[in-house]
């Protein structure tokens, strides 16, 4: 599958947002390269104008999905790391905890399974303190989260031994994580060390290359080892999707190079998983 806004122009010269002016079009677009899932994207700035925020919306949504025979599995939340919770202070932590289960709530109306909290940028997790204000509310939801059968992943930029302990506070019935494999590149971190550790949580992959240090780049040419990662996925038998979260088009020609990217990703699932 795909990330929503990868088949639209950049809005505000942003590699991700929420492709406002052209959301409708991305069905028919991935429909016609033989995309069958989309990872849904949720910005704080006009949240509640989201389509999947409202009834009408979600009515909407559905009947695209119909129409072009499109699945919805997943949500990347970066509302959540441009204005966490968990860093906020005693005015804003109330309203942006009712935002974190209003998002849930829409996604558990709209059929979508997976929230992806990204743990990561302004919503890294900088001490102990942010960290046991997002589990110990997380806890609070325990009961929510179970009744819409909903899985939250959390993406971060731990590194591996640190994401284990983080991850092992938090049940596996509820709780896993979104592997971004350039994200992990651009860190340096070693993939087999990371999936050998955190691979059973392991639920969602965002397909990225990054440089190390670097940015997103043309799938294949920065630092990501994808044989590896592939290799290693199959070994702990991983069963989750995998979505296009891929460098951007520089001449617009979105269509074209998300098919390139799927080729190349097609091409490994074929080596390694068939």
Same mark, same amino acid.
């Given at each position: 599958?795909?990330?929503?806004?990868?088949?639209?122009?950049?809005?505000?010269?942003? /590699?991700?947002?929420?492709?406002?002016?052209?959301?409708?079009?991305? &069905?028919?677009?991935?429909?016609?390269?033989?995309?069958?899932?989309?990872?849904?994207?949720?910005?704080?700035?006009?949240?509640?104008?989201?389509?999947?925020?409202?009834?009408?919306?979600?009515?909407?949504?559905?009947?695209?999905?119909?129409? &072009?025979?499109?699945?919805?599995?997943?949500?990347?939340?970066?509302?959540?790391?441009?204005?966490? &919770?968990?860093?906020?202070?005693?005015?804003? /932590?109330?309203?942006?905890?009712?935002?974190?289960?209003?998002?849930?709530? !829409?996604?558990?109306?709209?059929?979508?399974?997976?929230?992806?909290?990204?743990?990561?940028?302004? @919503?890294?997790?900088?001490?102990?303190?942010?960290?046991?204000?997002? /589990?110990?509310?997380?806890?609070?939801?325990?009961?929510? #989260?179970?009744?819409?059968?909903?899985?939250?992943?959390?993406?971060?930029?731990?590194?591996?031994?640190?994401?284990?302990? &983080? #991850?092992?506070?938090?049940?596996?019935?509820?709780?896993?994580?979104?592997?971004? /494999?350039?994200?992990?590149? !651009?860190? @340096?971190?070693?993939?087999?060390?990371?999936?050998?550790?955190?691979?059973?949580?392991?639920?969602?992959?965002?397909?990225?290359?990054?440089?190390?240090?670097?940015?997103?780049?043309?799938?294949?040419?920065?630092? !990501?080892?994808?044989?590896?990662?592939?290799?290693?996925?199959?070994?702990?038998?991983?069963?989750?999707?995998?979505?296009?979260?891929?460098?951007?088009?520089?001449?617009?020609?979105?269509?074209?190079?998300?098919?390139?990217?799927?080729?190349?990703?097609?091409?490994?699932?074929?080596?390694?998983?068939?």
């Amino acid at each position: 599958g795909f990330m929503q806004g990868r088949l639209s122009d950049l809005v505000l010269n942003q /590699i991700q947002a929420f492709p406002k002016d052209n959301w409708e079009n991305e &069905f028919p677009e991935a429909n016609s390269i033989g995309l069958k899932l989309m990872e849904w994207t949720l910005d704080y700035e006009d949240l509640n104008q989201n389509p999947l925020i409202n009834k009408a919306g979600r009515k909407k949504i559905q009947k695209l999905c119909e129409e &072009f025979k499109i699945r919805i599995p997943s949500l990347t939340a970066d509302c959540f790391m441009q204005k966490p &919770f968990w860093k906020s202070d005693s005015k804003e /932590i109330i309203p942006l905890k009712q935002m974190f289960n209003k998002v849930l709530n !829409a996604s558990y109306q709209l059929g979508i399974k997976i929230i992806v909290v990204p743990l990561v940028d302004n @919503g890294r997790l900088e001490n102990s303190y942010q960290e046991n204000t997002l /589990i110990q509310f997380l806890e609070e939801c325990f009961s929510n #989260i179970n009744r819409m059968d909903l899985k939250i992943l959390f993406e971060s930029d731990y590194e591996p031994s640190k994401l284990k302990i &983080f #991850i092992d506070k938090l049940p596996n019935t509820y709780f896993g994580i979104n592997y971004d /494999i350039g994200n992990s590149a !651009a860190l @340096g971190y070693d993939p087999e060390e990371e999936l050998n550790l955190i691979g059973s949580r392991v639920k969602n992959i965002h397909i990225k290359d990054r440089k190390f240090q670097g940015d997103t780049t043309v799938l294949g040419e920065g630092n !990501a080892n994808f044989n590896l990662v592939f290799k290693k996925l199959k070994e702990i038998n991983f069963q989750g999707n995998f979505i296009l979260q891929t460098a951007r088009a520089k001449d617009n020609n979105h269509k074209k190079v998300l098919m390139e990217y799927k080729e190349f990703t097609m091409d490994l699932l074929s080596k390694y998983f068939v």
